[in-house]
């Protein structure tokens, strides 16, 4: 159980196109989800926490207008990168809350590689 | 600010030893207390999570929870080449975020 699926696995675009990750999970379903950003050799950065028909939560220095989360359903969560620009290039991973009797468990899918040429 | 602290390592085992790996958090309202293991490249997987002091053990794995001290750590008996990863230490405070450590590097030597 507690499986994530993300899409694509990796995508190159060219700068100043927009590009859209998927994220679902395929046997629960999570109130909340999370979308992450992970730069080469180092450690996890939370980009933004989303819950099911409310607005994302973005960290601080995260631009909300640039990566834009829709939380379409308790399955269903998208990331769009705005015109990306090659310091977007990245691994994006998201996570959803199992959260069974608030255990606060969280499954990761496996990542989208964002490469912006 | 709430803060989990790991060593980076990398902490060298030779095969069949046992990997401790240790994490320190400064919230004292933590409830909920994690590990994750992420292979070079890969997204984090989940291998175990513990809520109540003491040890909590899953095959070769073992989770030790001191809440007195804010400690928390893994071991990993029997260790092998393909625990070889980074392991991340995640503790939560009573709501959905989790705050990550930076993670310590394993290295497990044949």
Known sequence: GAVVSQHPSWVICKSGTSVKIECRSLDFQATTMFWYRQFPKQSLMLMATSNEGSKATYEQGVEKDKFLINHASLTLSTLTVTSAHPEDSSFYICSMDYGEMGSYEQYFGPGTRLTVT | ?110
Not at chain 2, 46 to 60: A, H, P, Q, T, V
Not at chain 2, 71 to 86: C, E, G, K, M, N
């Open chain 2, 1 to 110: 600010q709430k803060e989990v602290e790991q060593n980076s390592g990398p902490l060298s085992v030779p095969e069949g030893a046992i990997a401790s790996l240790n994490c320190t958090y400064s919230d004292r309202g933590s409830q909920s207390f994690f590990w994750y293991r992420q292979y070079s490249g890969k997204s984090p997987e989940l291998i175990m999570f513990i809520y109540s002091n003491g040890d909590k053990e899953d095959g070769r794995f073992t989770a030790q929870l001191n809440k007195a001290s804010q400690y928390v750590s893994l071991l990993i008996r029997d260790s092998q080449p393909s625990d070889s990863a980074t392991y991340l230490c995640a503790v939560n405070a009573g709501y959905s975020t989790l705050t990550f450590g930076k993670g310590t590097m394993l290295l497990v030597s044949p």
